[in-house]
């Protein structure tokens, strides 16, 4: 059964302006690109899937795509977030900003937090790809689920145990279809990415 695009923590959303431009445009540029490939998009029962982030320097704090916007080709400032405050024990975060932040916010947090010189996570879907790379590259466990405190902690197990750090790839067992990227900046990210996918 796909839970795909279901909030899962606890959020606690101010609403607040949008994210400036300036500070965006290549995640903009790169998330309607990803789109394009199908790698961020809807499924046919609606539900999105998909997600980029990048954080803001020398933070914690990260920008990242809002809630249930797979369904739109391109994304506009108002539909980015800012993710302000976390903890993933207790499965929690806070955002500012326009839109609620992606259902995978927190992987997106454990995976800042665990490394300072990760600036930048996409996170896609792609049934192929997706069947592909598992257990080729760094892979969670089937039974843990997304969106939970304990998807964080095998972020940090993947790194401590499976190279992850080098690797800049993981997929995720028990969420179907989904895998991700990260780099020092979106560049990186992205042009990883591109090399799994390429021809998808």
Known sequence: MIDEGVVKYSCEWVLGERVALESIKSLIQWRNH???LGLIG???NGIGFGNISIRIPH????IISGSQTGHLAELEPEHYTVVTDFDIQHNHLTCYGPIQASSESLTHAAIYSYQPD?????HVHHPQLWHDL???VPTTRKQVQYGTPEMAKEMFRLFEQENLSQQKILVMAGHEDGFLTFGKDLDEAGEILLNYSNPI
């Open 34 to 36: 990803i789109h394009k």
């Open 42 to 44: 809807v499924y046919d």
């Open 59 to 62: 933070t914690l704090q990260f």
């Open 118 to 122: 990760i600036n930048a996570i996409i």
């Open 134 to 136: 598992l257990y080729q």
